[in-house]
């Protein structure tokens, strides 16, 4: 029986050869198929396309050269060392968001680097113009911001050290940078030059404002990194991420959405947990997509057979109230997405959709992007 080819990837012609490659130097059968530029695809080019049961090696891969292709030569020291981004701001909240971190740096075997930005608006709107006295009062200004964010970055590495110490927290490797910047920037630039496999960020849940800073900073991540990103509201109980976990994996009716698949289930692969598939129906039927969606329930449980795993559909109309009651009727305790192009989730996750999801939603929340 001829096995299912999924795609894997879409490169410029001169990169699906290099990944092909190195593809068929592990043993993957790899096809590359044009795209065709008369199609809604976003980004013409060439197809990678493997069998669906290569899929998990093949996105190891996959993930090394892209690590490969942002770090350079760099990627023979680093590529062993794996890492968790956590920005703070020294917050209760953002202190809980470490405790975690620090707990899944451990059992994925990574050390965590936390990161803190500060931002003198002032200094950054100081006109030529301005008198030496004012000049004067803004490096003050600035040398204060440092010594406030070394402080509180001091105190935070001693606590967790401490409860590190104390049994509290694993022993993992921790690291510290303090950065000038807008925290939105901050986090972006660090992420392009360090890779990291997950940033944490956390949010004050239902009832925080529009205004609050962190959340509008972890909305904007979501919306612009390339990374995988956890967002964890302030009222979220850690232990729950310590018993078995009620974890929805919503989709959209989409191959790409194996891969991030994938993804979760190496990220996730100490937690105990019930996987929720859960199928956006979109308004428009499609006769294709019953064949699909059987494809997609026929990998996982062909792949996953020993996971406690149950399939669920919503509708597209009124999605996040949809979301909302599902999250409430399944008791999740973690939703993930995989936010990619020309799909549902192009809507969802433009920046209004999103602080909505994020304002107002006390349920973790784990993005990809494909």
Do not use: W
Not at 22 to 42: A, F, K, R, Y
Not at 115 to 126: A, E, G, I, R, V
Not at 271 to 288: D, H, S, V
Not at 302 to 329: M, N, Q, R, V, W
Request: proline share 5%; hydrophobic share 40%.
């Amino acid at each position: 029986m001829e096995p299912n080819f999924v795609t894997i990837a879409i490169h410029t012609p001169e990169r699906a050869q290099v990944l092909k490659t190195l593809l068929e130097q592990d043993g993957i059968e790899v096809q590359l198929h044009p795209v065709n530029e008369s199609t809604t695809e976003i980004t013409p080019g060439v197809r990678v396309r493997i069998p669906e049961n290569e899929l998990s090696h093949a996105l190891l891969i996959v993930e090394e050269m892209e690590y490969a292709q942002h770090q350079g030569e760099n990627i023979l020291n680093k590529k062993n060392q794996k890492e968790i981004l956590i920005p703070v701001d020294f917050s209760d909240y953002s202190i809980r968001t470490c405790d975690l971190g620090v707990k899944m740096a451990a059992s994925m075997k990574a050390r965590v680097v936390l990161l803190h930005s500060y931002y003198s608006m002032n200094f950054s709107m100081m006109q030529l113009t301005e008198t030496l006295s004012y000049d004067i009062y803004e490096n003050e200004t600035i040398k204060e911001l440092v010594r406030k964010a070394e402080e509180d970055m001091h105190n935070l590495f001693n606590l967790l050290k401490r409860k590190m110490t104390q049994g509290e927290l694993p022993k993992v490797p921790i690291t510290t940078e303090i950065r000038e910047g807008i925290p939105e920037d901050v986090i972006l630039t660090y992420a392009k030059e360090h890779d990291p496999i997950l940033i944490i960020m956390g949010t004050r849940g239902k009832d925080q404002k529009e205004s609050d800073l962190i959340g509008s900073v972890t909305a904007e991540i979501i919306d612009r990194s390339r990374h995988p990103v956890l967002a964890v509201p302030e009222n979220v109980p850690l232990a729950a991420f310590e018993e078995e976990l009620n974890v929805a994996f919503v989709n959209s009716i989409d191959e790409k959405d194996l891969l991030a698949f994938e993804k979760m289930m190496q990220l996730l692969t100490t937690f105990k947990k019930k996987i929720f598939f859960t199928q956006i129906l979109p308004r428009k039927e499609n006769p294709g997509n019953e064949k699909l969606i059987a494809r997609l329930h026929d990998y996982i449980k062909h792949h996953y057979p020993l996971f406690k795993t149950e399939y669920g559909t919503i509708k597209e109309a009124d999605l996040l109230a949809e979301l909302e009651s599902y999250i409430h009727e399944q008791r999740i305790g973690l939703m993930v997405i995989n936010s990619h192009k020309r799909n549902i989730f192009t809507h969802l996750f433009n920046p209004s959709i999103a602080h909505k999801m994020i304002f107002h939603s006390d349920t973790p929340l784990l993005v990809f992007h494909s």
